[in-house]
């Protein structure tokens, strides 16, 4: 596909959607005429009309400072991506999400961040080695994105980037975990025990994060069950 300036395109997106909103909303006619995108018509057949309801908010993903600007200015809320450390997210991410919303004269109370947060836990240290080490490779797969590179760098580390993007097109998937060290398995994840997992994330994401979500490897309600509420109370 030919590559073109994605920030400006998804902001545009968003406008031309709730573009199309509006027209289903009002009866209007629908003509939005933008740079990239160009909705003209809009036959009865295809609107809804209007809902006794406020219009679906729309969240982006976002990685870079120009996206989560766009994010701050446009959407309704961020879905930040997994591959963001603690540091990243309060030096970067929040204050582009704070300029974006500025510059579209809001404020942060009516806007969402939700994020994916990767956990290294477990109740045997089978689970907990096991969990590490797919945490690892899910990291490398993330890491060898050239368009993620900022993240590493972020904390001195662009130079795994270029290894683990060499691995990858070298098909050696397993491998690229190895250049995952300890020192950036604890930056990414919360590493802890159980009942520890509560108080970590809440010292790392506590106040910036709306929602968040994580996948600790182990699928059984009875033990994270209590867990999962000590973090909805945190």
């Given at each position: 596909?030919?590559?073109?300036?994605p920030a400006a395109r998804m902001e545009e997106m968003i406008?031309?959607?709730?573009?199309?909103?509006?027209?289903?909303?009002?009866?209007?006619?629908?003509?939005?005429?933008?740079?990239?995108?160009?909705?003209?018509?809009?036959?009865?057949?295809?609107?809804?009309?209007?809902?006794?309801?406020?219009?679906?908010?729309?969240?982006?993903?976002?990685?870079?400072?120009?996206?989560?600007?766009?994010?701050?200015?446009?959407?309704?809320?961020?879905?930040?991506?997994?591959?963001?450390?603690?540091?990243?997210?309060?030096?970067?991410?929040?204050?582009?999400?704070?300029?974006?919303?500025?510059?579209?004269?809001?404020?942060?109370?009516?806007?969402?961040?939700?994020?994916?947060?990767?956990?290294?836990?477990?109740?045997?240290?089978?689970?907990?080695?096991?969990?590490?080490?797919?945490?690892?490779?899910?990291?490398?797969?993330?890491?060898?994105?050239?368009?993620?590179?900022?993240?590493?760098?972020?904390?001195?580390?662009?130079?795994?980037?270029?290894?683990?993007?060499?691995?990858?097109?070298?098909?050696?998937?397993?491998?690229?975990?190895?250049?995952?060290?300890?020192?950036?398995?604890?930056?990414?994840?919360?590493?802890?025990?159980?009942?520890?997992?509560?108080?970590?994330?809440?010292?790392?994401?506590?106040?910036?994060?709306?929602?968040?979500?994580?996948?600790?490897?182990?699928?059984?309600?009875?033990r994270w069950g209590p867990i999962i509420e000590?973090?909805?109370?945190?």
């Open positions: 596909m030919p590559w073109s300036r406008q031309a959607i709730r573009a199309i909103w509006d027209a289903w909303q009002t009866g209007e006619r629908l003509d939005f005429r933008g740079e990239f995108y160009r909705h003209t018509l809009m036959t009865p057949m295809f609107s809804p009309g209007p809902i006794d309801a406020p219009p679906p908010p729309i969240l982006i993903s976002a990685v870079g400072p120009l996206m989560t600007r766009v994010a701050g200015r446009a959407a309704d809320g961020l879905v930040c991506h997994a591959f963001q450390t603690a540091e990243y997210l309060r030096d970067v991410t929040m204050p582009n999400v704070r300029a974006g919303l500025a510059e579209a004269g809001r404020d942060r109370s009516g806007f969402q961040i939700s994020m994916p947060v990767f956990v290294v836990s477990g109740f045997h240290e089978e689970e907990v080695a096991a969990q590490a080490a797919r945490t690892r490779q899910q990291i490398a797969f993330y890491g060898s994105t050239p368009a993620y590179r900022g993240v590493l760098e972020h904390h001195g580390w662009g130079e795994a980037q270029t290894e683990l993007n060499r691995l990858s097109k070298r098909g050696q998937w397993v491998e690229m975990g190895n250049v995952i060290d300890d020192g950036m398995l604890g930056a990414f994840a919360v590493v802890a025990e159980p009942h520890e997992v509560p108080e970590r994330i809440a010292e790392r994401f506590g106040g910036r994060l709306d929602r968040l979500q994580f996948y600790a490897g182990v699928r059984d309600k009875d000590e973090i909805k109370a945190a």
